[in-house]
């Protein structure tokens, strides 16, 4: 078969047969509504990071916005183009009816396993990170978007941990009316807003709480609140005042302890109103710790 027809038949229909297209290297890494893979373009010989949608899963998603016209996670993410969001090189849909994304393959731990790990690599570098975190949620809301799934698994640091890249729009919504009505409980529990879990109407403050919240766990190694599995524990969320990071980082800046605090307050009004007021809060500060 000449190299033009081998590469004709990964096609049906404008459908790309993934199983021949890419070389798959790892063992698939199962997330709430797809499967990942390190994989090889057998095309480019590129080492790409293939993102394969559950397609059931991505249906009764979809189902809650019937009618609207939803854009796909692969169309939402392949419009970004920033140095701190994950890059979409291709999307589209598998030869079994499945969504695909490619993207690069980011070579680098999660955040959720450097706060699990306590890992030292975090030492000196916190401040850096959580900035980089707020700026790139600023680009998602200033693109006009919700992501609605803030958390460290969603950060995937550089191997030395002194950066990061935001990933996984698969919960993102445009933020307008219609994507933003009661009843819309969808995020990962241990970081959602209270408005979210008592399914009141929404906006991109929810997305201020979840970065709240993981930047508190960043420093803290703790959330700050008892830990759960599922949207019944994420009820408490609110329900009172947490402890201060420095109960658990005692030597935080206290600007800083003050500004994590504000993204996690309990009324939407009582927090940052833009992810662009939290970074003008913490912009001066030179270090995480006390001067």
């Known amino acids: 078969m ?23 290297l790892r063992e698939a890494v199962s997330g709430t509504m797809s499967e990942f893979y390190m994989a090889r373009d057998r095309q480019t010989e590129q080492i790409v990071g293939l993102k394969i949608l559950d397609r059931p899963k991505t ?19 392949s419009s ?51 900035r980089q975190m707020g700026e790139s949620l600023k680009v998602v809301h200033d693109a006009g978007y919700i992501h609605r799934d803030i958390c460290p698994r969603n950060f995937v640091c550089n191997k030395d941990a002194t950066s990061l890249k935001l990933i996984d729009f698969g919960l993102t919504v445009p933020a307008e009316r219609e994507y933003m009505q009661p009843g819309i409980r ?11 879990v008592r399914r009141k109407a929404t906006d991109g403050r929810l997305d201020i709480f979840a970065l709240g919240v993981s930047i508190y766990e960043l420093f803290a190694f703790e959330l700050p609140w008892v830990r759960g599995t599922d ?61």
């Not at 000449?2 to 798959?24: A, P, T």
């Not at 016209?69 to 993410?77: F, L, M, R, V, Y």
């Open 80 to 130: 970004f183009n920033h140095p701190l969001i994950v890059t979409t090189l291709q999307h589209g849909m598998t030869t079994n009816d499945q969504q695909f994304l490619v993207m690069e393959f980011l070579d680098g731990p999660g955040l959720n396993s450097l706060i699990v790990g306590q890992s030292p690599l975090l030492n000196g570098n916190r401040l850096t990170l959580a």
């Open 231 to 291: 949207g019944l524990a994420a009820m408490s969320h609110g329900a009172s005042k947490p402890a201060p990071v420095s109960d658990h980082y005692p030597n935080i800046d206290p600007r800083l302890d003050a500004a994590i605090l504000k993204c996690i307050e309990n009324d939407p009004s009582d927090r940052f109103q833009t992810v662009g007021d939290f970074l003008k809060a913490i912009r001066t500060l030179k270090s995480e710790d006390k001067a």
């Open 186 to 196: 969808t995020g990962t529990p241990n970081y959602m807003a209270p408005e979210v």
């Open 2 to 24: 000449g190299i033009g027809n081998f590469f004709k038949s990964m096609l049906e229909g404008g459908k790309v047969d993934v199983q021949k297209r890419y070389e798959f």
């Open 59 to 77: 249906e009764a998603l979809d189902a809650r916005f019937k009618g609207l016209d939803k854009p796909s996670e692969g169309q939402i993410a």
